[in-house]
């Protein structure tokens, strides 16, 4: 058994044990500023046009989703997008904060396909 220091953040000694609280987590707001298709991206496309290489079609612009305080990904929202944003989520709901923009409890990011990609702001609630 470890022995802790009894001033270390989120620790409580409750009879004769450390008990290790969670952190605090928060709820988030996930909006779809944008779906691009390929020619908005690429003059010449690096790749052979598919039919289905159009503005993705989960999402619609506007669109907003919540993100309760337990993280999870919620209902309808893209596994491959979620995936790839899931790093700033759980960073701002934490409470920690991007270095790459001003405002706190902010990210802007998007997903990972390359020739159709959704953009999301992610934001503290």
Partial sequence: MHKFDESMDKLNYQSGEYIVDMADRNRLKITVLRRLGPSEVFETLPV???????????????QEFIVEE????????????????????????????????????????????????????????
């Fill in 70 to 125: 337990n993280l999870r990904m919620p209902e309808s929202f893209c596994p491959s997008a979620w995936q790839t944003i899931y790093h700033n989520v759980r960073t701002l709901g934490f409470g920690g904060n991007l270095p790459y923009f001003d405002e706190k409890g902010v990210s802007v990011s998007c997903c990972s396909d390359g020739v159709r990609p959704v953009i999301f702001k992610i934001e503290r609630i």
């Fill in 48 to 62: 052979a046009r598919k039919d289905w290489m159009v503005p993705c079609g989960v999402y619609e612009d506007g």
